[in-house]
């Protein structure tokens, strides 16, 4: 089984700062793309970023320049750092990590529970 802890959300302030964090753990063999989505109220879950094990990625329009995907793969664990918060990127953030099990199957996708980004003065 596979499990996917997120943290780091919270309140913050416009032009502050935050990173998530998200952590996989159990039976993992690899890891072959990870991505963040957000949810806000009254409108459907977009995606913010993603990124393949191999480093490349891709950002909503929105957020380039601001949001920085990265992978431990060490620690299976994907961040996202979010620079000059504005309060449209007020949401629940989610992760979503598509990996291999070892000795099982592979193109696995698992989704974190959602963490509150609250940006406001």
């Known amino acids: 089984q596979v499990q996917l802890v997120e943290s780091g959300g919270g309140l913050v302030q416009p032009g502050g700062s935050l990173r998530l964090s998200c952590t996989a753990s159990g039976n993992i063999a690899s890891i072959n793309a990870v991505g963040w989505y957000r949810q806000a109220p009254g409108k459907q879950r977009e995606l913010v970023a993603a990124s393949t094990s191999g480093g490349i990625t891709t950002y909503e329009d929105s957020v380039k320049g601001r949001f920085t995907i990265s992978m431990d793969n060490v620690k299976n664990t994907v961040y996202l750092q979010m620079n000059s918060l504005k309060p449209e990127d007020t949401a629940v953030y989610y992760c979503?990590?598509?990996?291999?099990?070892?000795?099982?199957?592979?193109?696995?996708?698992?989704w974190g529970q959602g963490i509150q980004v609250t940006v406001s003065s």
């Open positions: 979503n990590v598509d990996l291999n099990i070892r000795g099982g199957a592979y193109g696995n996708v698992y």
